[in-house]
């Protein structure tokens, strides 16, 4: 093969796309493969630990309907990658469900794969006790105690077991937790073409047009050849320049010039771009160092209490004069208050935060200074329901009618835009592993699962 065509729909499955720009680029191009993220940490750890989506069924499913479609028609695979989210079991699961669901309703046979990411604790424990496990983005190592408390633990697979499902005949791939780039450089790879090219070209992809101007979740193509690959959105508004390109390469990496994964390192150090027409960009020189063993980042959650929020405005200028001041105090009375009642310092957590002044930076905030009105959302957390309700509302009552130096009114201070003001959000989770773990062979960690779907699935059995 002189070339493989991917085609990325948008940058995250459920996030949505143009259909139209989506059906004339199958049209025009007529790509080798259909592959689509579907995940990310970036919404937080809640997702791992609950087992739910961040993004929503109705979605999901209408863009499954099309992406299988025409993965059906032009007789190409399509690869889902860390699918619902997070990538674990029961995120697969629920994907699973949603294809499952979609061809029934249209009929539809094929191949099914799904590729697991989730890993026991005591394969964990396993890996911390042979000296296996290193730390990643922090200094704090991982620890047995660490473990046990998880509640789930996915290891993030590269490009290899999606190779594997490929070449296993699979229509459909849908892999649990994955790097980005692998569910777009899988079948390139699968092709022979050069790995590092197509795992750059899969990092740029993996984000639909956001590295094409003006951004956007949307259609995305890359056509990778034997030295070089191209890039062109799919929508005739937007175009992949020079700075897009080069920019995208500082998109979530610390350093814009290795970008190191599972398997090996992609050196961008000697990666070119340039221009082809106005709409298009070239990229060729990438390099690629494959490692002796396989390094996978691990991540894992554990269940910390249960969070109630509160959400109020706040206008008064002499109040917003001394706000630091009655923020304190109102802490302190809801405290003392908490106390009275026998409920002990170490079994709650409150937070502030203030939209309008640093609500968004917090500490880092360069420019801390009160607007002339302010957002406050209160926020506890406890091990119980309950009483993080009790607490979110405690501190809003208090701090809607306490009394401060330069008062004129007598009402409330707050202005609450719900009711009932106290909103409960459910259980809470953090990150309790957040590492790498040399795991030598990179399938050993991602089993891979085959299933006929479809009316014609019991004579493919047969």
């Not at 995305?220 to 920019?247: K, Y």
């Not at 009375?333 to 409150?350: E, K």
Request: hydrophobic share 40%; net charge negative; charged share 25%.
């Amino acid at each position: 093969m002189e070339e493989v065509r991917v085609i990325a729909p948008t940058g995250c499955l459920g996030y949505g796309f143009s259909r139209e720009d989506f059906a004339r680029m199958l049209d025009e191009h007529e790509p080798d493969v259909i592959a689509v993220d579907a995940g990310s940490t970036d919404p937080g750890p809640y997702y791992l630990g609950s087992g739910q989506s961040f993004t929503t069924e109705v979605e999901v499913a209408a863009e499954l309907d099309v992406l299988i479609a025409a993965s059906l028609e032009r007789d190409v695979p399509l690869v889902v990658g860390s699918c619902g989210g997070a990538g674990a079991d029961p995120h697969v699961a629920w994907t699973r469900r949603i294809v499952e669901e979609v061809a029934a309703k249209r009929g539809w046979s094929f191949r099914l794969a799904t590729i697991s990411a989730e890993v026991s604790r005591e394969t964990v424990v396993g890996w911390l006790d042979d000296g296996a496990i290193g730390t990643f983005e922090s200094e704090e190592p991982l620890t047995a105690e660490a473990v046990e408390e998880s509640i789930c633990i996915v290891a993030q697979m590269g490009h290899e077991p999606i190779v594997e499902a490929l070449d296993g005949g699979a229509q459909v791939v849908l892999a649990g937790r994955a790097c980005d780039d692998a569910v777009f450089a899988a079948l390139p790879i699968a092709r022979g073409f050069d790995v590092g090219l197509a795992l750059h070209m899969g990092k740029i992809l993996e984000c639909g047009a956001l590295a094409a101007t003006p951004v956007g979740m949307d259609v995305m193509l890359g056509t990778l050849r034997h030295d070089h690959f191209e890039l062109v959105p799919g929508s005739p508004r937007r175009a992949c320049t020079l700075t897009s390109v080069h920019g995208h390469a500082l998109y979530e990496r610390e350093d814009p010039f290795i970008h190191i994964g599972p398997s090996g390192t992609v050196d961008l150090t000697d990666a070119v771009v340039s221009k082809v027409d106005d709409r298009r960009v070239r990229v060729r020189g990438t390099r690629y160092e494959p490692f002796d063993d396989c390094v996978v980042k691990l991540e894992g959650v554990r269940h910390s209490g249960f969070r109630s929020i509160a959400v109020a405005g706040m206008r008064c200028p002499s109040m917003l004069s001394i706000l630091d001041e009655i923020l304190d105090e109102g802490l302190r009375r809801t405290r003392n208050s908490l106390a009275a009642m026998g409920v002990p310092d170490d079994s709650y957590r409150l937070a502030l935060h203030v939209y309008g002044r640093d609500g968004v930076m917090r500490g880092l905030e360069p420019r801390r200074q009160v607007a002339h009105e302010v957002g406050l959302v209160i926020e506890a957390v406890a091990d119980e329901q309950a009483l993080a309700h009790s607490i979110a509302h405690n501190l809003a009552g208090t701090l809607l009618h306490l009394d401060y130096p330069g008062q004129y009114n007598n009402a409330g201070n707050l202005a609450f835009p719900f009711s009932p003001a106290e909103i409960d959000a459910g259980p809470v989770f953090e990150f309790s592993i957040y590492h790498l773990a040399r795991v030598g062979d990179p399938l050993a960690a991602f089993p891979v699962e085959y299933l006929d779907i479809g009316p014609a699935a019991g004579e493919r059995a047969a």
